[in-house]
C-alpha cells in the first residue's frame, strides 16, 4: 500500500511539471512570472530610506533583461513602485490580484522576489521558500537554491517549507519565493543595491531555471 502510494505521488509530481511545461510550449515560448514583492504603500521591509519593495522590483527587472536576452519570456506582476489595489490598499486584494495573474497566465512557473531582514546582523545569504501545495514546488525550490548557492558562491542555506504564506497556497503552478538575501546585513544590503550584483542574482536565477527545464 506505501508502495503504491509513492508511485502515485511521483506520478503526479511528474505530471504536473509536464502540464506546466507542455501549456507554455504550446505557445512556442516559454513564460515565466516574476513577481517583486510589495509595491506601493506596503514597502516591505527597510533599511533607514532603503525599502525592500524598491530592491525586489530592480532584481525583478534585471530577471526579466536576463531571461528574456537569454529566449524565457517574463511576466511582471508589477513595473512600478506601486501596489496592485485599485483603491486604497488592501494586503489581501493586492495578493488575490498577483495571484490571478500567475493563475491566469501561461507560464510555466512562477517566482517571487523578496529580501529578508532579521534582528542579528550576521545573517545574510539568499533563500528559497516552498509549499507542497503544487509536489513540483519542493523539486523547483531546491534547484533553485542550489543554484544561487553555486552561483552566488556566499551562502549554503537551504530550502524551507513554509505552509503559511497565501501566495504559495493559491499560485497554481509551480511556485517559489526567492529571498535575495538579508537587508539587516550592511554588507550584503551594499551588493543588492548594486547592478552587477542585481545581473548576478538575475543569472543564478536563470541557470536555475534552466536546470528545472532540463527534465524536459
Not at 544590503?189 to 527545464?213: P, S
Request: hydrophobic share 40%; charged share 25%; aromatic share 10%.
Amino acid at each position: 500500500m506505501k508502495k503504491q502510494s509513492i508511485l502515485l505521488l511521483l506520478i503526479v509530481f511528474v505530471f504536473s511539471i509536464f502540464a506546466a511545461v507542455a501549456h507554455a510550449e504550446s505557445e512556442d515560448e516559454l513564460w515565466v512570472v516574476v513577481d517583486p514583492g510589495h509595491g506601493g504603500i506596503d514597502g516591505g521591509a527597510s533599511i533607514g530610506d532603503i525599502k525592500e519593495a524598491t530592491l525586489t522590483l530592480e532584481i525583478s527587472k534585471k530577471i526579466k533583461e536576463v531571461f528574456e536576452k537569454n529566449g524565457v519570456k517574463v511576466i511582471l506582476t508589477r513595473t512600478t513602485d506601486d501596489d496592485l489595489c485599485e483603491d486604497s490598499f488592501v494586503k489581501r486584494e493586492d495578493m488575490l490580484k498577483r495571484v490571478n495573474m500567475i493563475n491566469a497566465s501561461k507560464a510555466c512557473i512562477a517566482l517571487s522576489i523578496h529580501l529578508n531582514k532579521f534582528s542579528i546582523e550576521k545573517y545574510r545569504g539568499s533563500q528559497v521558500f516552498y509549499n507542497t501545495t503544487n509536489p513540483a514546488n519542493s523539486y523547483l525550490a531546491n534547484i533553485m537554491q542550489q543554484s544561487l548557492i553555486q552561483y552566488l558562491n556566499n551562502t549554503e542555506r537551504k530550502t524551507v517549507k513554509r505552509d503559511n504564506i497565501f501566495l504559495l497556497n493559491k499560485v497554481m503552478i509551480p511556485c517559489c519565493i526567492i529571498e535575495c538575501g538579508f537587508m539587516s546585513n550592511k554588507e550584503e544590503l551594499a551588493l543588492l543595491q548594486t547592478e552587477d550584483y542585481q545581473y548576478k542574482m538575475a543569472y543564478a536565477l536563470f541557470y536555475g531555471v534552466e536546470e528545472y527545464l532540463k527534465l524536459y
